[in-house]
């Protein structure tokens, strides 16, 4: 007998799911405004690179929290001139996000490994998703369907040794799948399926444009995707549209904020000392918890 789908599942799912292959200027565990309101955890988040640690980062001293943020500062600053540039604080905050993301994947790994191998197999994935469960409305019937066939798509491409399951890179490959160039077959197969409405293995601006928006800055992106002027985006131009990867963009964004908070906003101001790091560890870092431990070590192991 089928199960009636509780709603709060309907939406778990399709947040999980949505997550898969969205392209967000959101990345880590907070978001940057809620509610109109400005969240410092996510500014913490993107110096530190976990939420675990931005956590325990609270029940530090002030004092403590600055001396180890120094610490972080230092490895910014990677050509060691004594001040972390636009460029510094910007990888920086993209391998935080990348940590980030590996974050996600092991907690959800976890949550889904049933039978404890470390290894999340389609069956496991399916149960995690609800993909079984039966439900009264047929459109939403429907709309599962559709994201269950997408899913095992992305599932067979990210399963690189076809052993039907997926391990730790596999199912970052599975989640985040505009890091890996394997992955680009299935996403464009599936975005194909979406949009292309004459089916010609094209994307037309129209149907772009209906998928994406249709304000002016879509319409140029288009036009840049569409390097042989011909109106359509072929398999090898719809490449940069779905891989790309916004952690790049994402970062910038939240560099230049970080710098705001300092009063600098000028492109020739965009740069800090150590020191104006650890005066504004609040900002940087609040009460949270950095991954002390780990770049200790390895300050140490390059010494």
């Not at 089928?2 to 292959?21: E, K, R, S």
């Not at 565990?29 to 939420?51: C, R, T």
């Not at 036009?223 to 916004?246: C, F, I, T, V």
């Not at 906003?265 to 991954?291: C, N, R, W, Y």
Request: hydrophobic share 30%; glycine share 6%.
């Amino acid at each position: 007998m089928g199960i009636i789908c509780h709603p709060f599942v309907v939406l778990a799912v399709f947040l999980t799911v949505t997550h898969a292959v969205k392209e967000s200027s959101e990345h880590g565990h907070q978001k940057h405004f809620e509610h109109g309101e400005h969240n410092p955890h996510h500014d913490h988040e993107a110096i530190l690179g976990s939420s675990k640690e931005e956590e325990e980062f609270e029940e530090l001293p002030p004092e403590e929290a600055k001396k180890r943020l120094g610490i972080l500062a230092v490895r910014m600053d990677v050509n060691q001139d004594g001040v972390v540039n636009m460029e510094e604080l910007t990888d920086w905050i993209v391998n935080s996000f990348r940590k980030l993301d590996e974050e996600d994947i092991s907690r959800e790994m976890e949550d889904q490994d049933k039978d404890g191998d470390g290894l999340i197999s389609w069956e496991e994935y399916m149960i995690s998703q609800a993909y079984d469960t039966v439900h009264d409305d047929e459109e939403e019937q429907e709309s599962y369907k559709t994201m269950k066939e997408e899913d095992e798509l992305r599932f067979k491409a990210a399963d690189l040794n076809k052993d039907g399951k997926l391990d730790k890179e596999e199912f970052m490959a599975f989640s985040h799948p505009y890091n890996y160039d394997h992955m680009y077959e299935s996403e464009m197969r599936i975005k194909l399926n979406a949009v292309d409405k004459d089916k010609d293995g094209k994307v037309s601006i129209e149907e772009f444009l209906s998928d994406v928006g249709g304000d002016e800055g879509e319409r140029y992106k288009f036009e840049d995707y569409d390097k042989n002027k011909d109106g359509n985006l072929d398999s090898e131009e719809m490449k940069p549209w779905l891989m790309a990867d916004n952690n790049h963009e994402a970062a910038v964004e939240e560099a230049k904020h970080l710098f705001s908070l300092l009063g600098k906003v000028k492109p020739e101001d965009l740069h800090m000392s150590i020191q104006e790091i650890m005066d504004h560890h609040e900002e940087f870092v609040g009460s949270s918890a950095t991954d002390y431990g780990n770049v200790l070590h390895s300050v140490k192991d390059e010494l």
